[in-house]
């Protein structure tokens, strides 16, 4: 009888949960403003965001700190539902043109697959079919929520300005008019260094 309630509560836990991601959602799947605040992770504004180091795809690492006097599109992803509609497919090709756009500014897009349940070659066979053009770095969900404390919508994308400043998040897929939008206050930022020369 006691495992019938523990099943019970966990089942009534996760369908309320659910219920408030779809009740909550815009457009292409992201939620609408100010809505279901607790299942997000905080949006760092005006920080930095916590750093990391992570295994690319093709081999190596990266370390966002490194990334420190670039304008960086931090775009955190999975193939999750990885058909015509899903939300990956809608938003790759939109950060590949990004990336060849505003590549020579110093400006650079990171993907970080939390495909937790895909081997890194299906990640691996996944960029090269959507010709990604830029790195993807392997996360893993549970210790991205714990870094920035929070659960994951996604997906999710950080823009970072050269001292590796939050200057805007965005969650779900976004008109290529908001991506511009931030990557150009990205870009504007001058690094801390070179200004107070």
């Known amino acids: 009888m006691i495992y019938k309630n523990i099943f019970l509560a966990s089942a009534l836990l996760l369908i309320s949960g659910f219920c408030c991601a779809q009740n909550d959602a815009g457009p292409q799947g992201s939620p609408k403003k100010d809505s279901c605040p607790t299942c997000l992770v905080k949006d760092f504004a005006g920080q930095l965001l916590p750093d990391f180091e992570l295994p690319l795809l093709g081999g190596g690492k990266l370390k966002l700190s490194n990334l420190r006097g670039k304008a960086v599109l931090l775009n955190l992803w999975c193939r999750c539902g990885a058909n015509e509609t899903g939300a990956s497919k809608a938003e790759i090709p939109t950060l590949v043109e990004l990336q060849n756009e505003y590549g020579a500014e110093a400006f650079q897009v990171i993907g970080v697959s939390l495909d937790d349940y895909a081997s890194t070659e299906e990640i691996s066979d996944y960029a090269r079919e959507m010709n990604v053009n830029y790195p993807i770095v ?17 997906p999710m994308t950080f823009f970072l ?37």
Do not use: C, M, W
């Open 138 to 154: 392997i996360g893993n969900t549970s210790s991205f929520e714990k870094r920035y404390s929070g659960v994951f919508f996604l």
């Open 161 to 197: 300005d050269r001292d590796g400043k939050v200057v805007a998040r965005e969650i779900g897929v976004q008109s290529r008019n908001v991506y511009v939008k931030h990557i150009r206050r990205s870009l504007d930022q001058e690094p801390a260094a070179q200004s107070r020369r």
